[in-house]
């Protein structure tokens, strides 16, 4: 499968975001290319004038990004209506998380594009299930996918360490991190640029992508600060990326 795992160093810090602009600077040089939420927590009421009922932005995000359709259960195996760590959410509607649909899911889809990126949830080692002999976190949805991992990192105070605490969970894990992702989430970051540049010191892989801060979307600018070359060989031949 040619796949890429998007983690991020925590939540709420632009996974969701970077899938989008990954998704279209990949179809902007004619790639078939798709993206998966498996599970999404935190719903919104649609409105009545679309049809009503709870939607996902997450969920949402992942269809609009997509150059091919792919069946809902394809992109999406869990959704919860609150915002709450997934393996709470699961135990409070009934349900038990198992990554099997998943990889499932993720073998059908790649069948169908030359390109899949599947976002995670949360972090790189959030709980899925916690259960008494029957433990599983993200970490281990990565290693059965077996893809390479690219992180997101929200740029703001205390990134650094996260950033490089995920990087070594995840090679740890024996999974190859083909990349990183810088996402400005915080305007108000002192010495940003510093910042920046002390990931691209230490961190053991290139930077695919710097985008800034952007409440509304703007495709256009964030499409310009991808680096395709990086992006491509992460997917091609992650040895190469970490050379890149």
């Known amino acids: 499968m040619s796949g890429l795992?998007?983690?991020?160093?925590?939540?709420?810090?632009?996974?969701?975001?970077?899938?989008?602009?990954?998704?279209?600077?990949?179809?902007?040089v004619g790639r078939r290319v798709a993206v998966m939420k498996p599970i999404a927590s935190g719903a919104f009421q649609r409105p009545d004038g679309e049809g009503g009922g709870l939607g996902w932005e997450d969920i949402d995000s992942a269809v609009a990004a997509s150059s091919?359709?792919?069946?809902?259960?394809?992109?999406?195996?869990?959704?919860?209506a609150d915002a709450?760590?997934?393996?709470?959410?699961?135990?409070?509607?009934?349900?038990v998380l198992s990554t099997a649909?998943?990889?499932?899911?993720?073998?059908?889809?790649?069948?169908?594009v030359e390109r899949l990126l599947v976002e995670g949830v949360g972090g790189f080692c959030v709980p899925l299930a916690d259960r008494p002999g029957a433990r599983a976190d993200t970490a281990a949805l990565a290693m059965e996918l077996g893809f390479p991992v690219l992180m997101v990192v929200?740029?703001?105070?205390?990134?650094?360490?996260?950033?490089?605490?995920?990087?070594?969970?995840?090679?740890?894990r024996g999974l190859v991190l083909a990349g990183w992702l810088a996402n400005a989430i915080d305007p108000a970051l002192e010495r940003?640029?510093?910042?920046?540049?002390?990931?691209?010191?230490?961190?053991?892989?290139?930077?695919?992508?710097?985008?800034?801060?952007?409440?509304?979307?703007d495709w256009a600018s964030a499409l310009a600060q991808v680096r395709i070359?990086?992006?491509?060989?992460?997917?091609?031949?992650p040895e190469l990326a970490s050379r890149g």
């Not at 091919?68 to 919860?80: I, S, T």
């Not at 940003?192 to 409440?215: D, I, N």
């Open 154 to 172: 929200g740029l703001r105070l205390g990134c650094i360490n996260h950033a490089l605490l995920t990087a070594e969970a995840v090679q740890r």
């Open 101 to 112: 649909p998943v990889v499932e899911a993720a073998r059908a889809a790649a069948t169908r």
């Open 68 to 80: 091919v359709a792919l069946p809902e259960q394809w992109v999406n195996q869990y959704r919860f």
């Open 229 to 237: 070359d990086r992006l491509e060989a992460a997917f091609a031949d």
């Open 192 to 217: 940003a640029q510093e910042v920046f540049e002390t990931l691209e010191r230490w961190l053991p892989v290139p930077c695919v992508a710097r985008l800034g801060h952007a409440p509304e979307p």
């Open 5 to 28: 795992f998007i983690t991020g160093t925590d939540t709420g810090i632009g996974k969701t975001r970077s899938c989008a602009v990954l998704a279209r600077a990949l179809s902007a």
């Open 84 to 95: 709450v760590a997934p393996h709470l959410a699961a135990r409070e509607a009934g349900v």
